[in-house]
């Protein structure tokens, strides 16, 4: 997408916008857009779907408007977005619903602190878990933490609500949660766009009891937050975020989010009652809403976060007996629920076809260089604490060489508590990733030089972040804009937390893979092992001469279909038995690593 030049005006012409113009914009997309409109100079993130391309269209924006990075973790994202609040600028920070635990110290400070430049935190949660550990909803988080949530429909509001949450949050002294669903962040839409508002800087407020948050001006803060939480509250009675659509009395609905545009389809004649904010209510409205319908449904995804705060109202209403509470909502489970509540006709059963897929698991790219780690993990019979990243992949077929995944950098404190419980002889292995270890895996490394645990770490450097589309880090020496910047060195960075045995390792290389990695095992202390090998798909796609199987000479005995590479395949030739294999010249790479463990040397480059 082309973005618009920056508009320079003059005094007087200031406040004169030009026609808007429509754009073509995905969820994600239209955050970024209103984030730049409402005037945001710096933004940051730790990239992790749904919420990555956020981050990736503000560093798209001309630099003298806006400065974007990709920082660390989400902690670090928040931190460096509050440090910009603190000195009177307008900051955003986007994660995942799981990176919120990563920023969750910070976030409930800063709660009780408030802004001085306007803060924003734009949240995307995974309902149906499509990449993602786990399905949590950010609006109980921000409960707890007394944060406002935005919730949009489409794009459109997407934009809109992320401008308005930048006058929310100067207005009210708040941080405010702008929150996304996988749906919506995905989905594009045509979005009205409008111009950059800049902002002055507020210039830093010396203030130590609101900017310092030791206990004395923490007490004093505590009452001021949920006075304010209540100001919000009243601010959204007859706010535009709260719209009452009258229709047929006999059911009203209460939703909010991506479920609004389920509830509309499905629904389009009902009374509506549309939260733009899903925290805090507009009590009076909602009282008012539910007298004036015989029954009331609250749609909404994952928790029944809505239902459960009408119902401490004393109001009668249902919902999560009708709207399932896991997984993503649509028309269809919706119009399901609502004809199960008696409200619309059972929809009639779904035609049986006789056709089906071929399954179609996922597995590691051809020519991953994560492959062969695995493959010689599991010859040395470990136990593998696995980490978040494509290499969780290989907990399943044929690799199969993970036991355990929690979170992100969580791998190695794992290892060091399976090492110290002593409860079996095989070697404990912690895996992860380049961008996982700067994320969260130093800390734990640290814990396990000093408390001496008996493990080894494979780290798995493929010099990007890889899941979530190929991001930089400080390991790949390029800033979210691809400026040059110090490459963090992890050898040298390893050996100064005071591991002794560190190798690192050409990922192609089996031969020396698996022997580097039988000597990593036998060692008596803190190994690492640093598979070296750039990802084959970004930043750049990497591709060689492709190799052929000669057919004459293959017995079939499956040694390279243990790389779980796509490129191989069964072809329609036997051999006692069995099928003997092919490879696909259009999705080989020309690796070699099937070359290297092909025990009868029948696999050729295909001849120019």
Known sequence: MELPERNVTSDTAAHVLPEPEALPLTGNEAIARGAWEAGVRVAAAYPGTPSTEIMENMGRYPREDVYAEWSTNEKVACDVAIGASFSGVRALAAMKHVGVNVAADSIMSVAYIGVNGGLVLAVCDDPGIHSSQNEQDTRLFAKWARLPVLEPSDAQESLDYTRLAYDLSERFDTPVIVRSTTRLSHTTGMVRVGRRQERPARGFQEDPHKNVMIPAYARERHPIVLAREQQVSMYLESAELTRW??????????????AYCYVKEALPGASILKLGASYPLPRQTIAEFCASVRRVIVVEELEPFIETEVRAMGLAVEGKAFVPRTGELSTEL???????????????????????????????????????PFMALRAVNARVAGDIGCYTLAVIDPLKAIDTTVAMGCSIGNAVGMAKANAEARPIVATLGDSTFLHAGIPPLIDAVYNQANITVILLDNHVTAMTGGQDHPGTGRTLRGDPAHQVDFETLIRAIGVKWVRKIDSYDVGHMYQTIREAVEYKGVSVVISDRPCVLDPVKIRGTPYQVQAAGCTACQACMNLACPALAWTDEWFEGRHKVGINAEACIGCSLCVQVCPTDCIRLVAS
């Open 245 to 258: 659509e009258r229709g047929d009395e006999a059911v009203g609905i209460i939703t909010s989010g991506a």
């Open 334 to 372: 919706l119009r399901r629920g609502l004809a199960e509540a008696g409200v619309l006709a059972a929809p009639p059963p779904a035609p049986a076809y006789r056709i089906k897929s071929t399954p179609r698991p996922p597995i590691l790219c051809a020519g991953c260089p994560h492959v062969v």
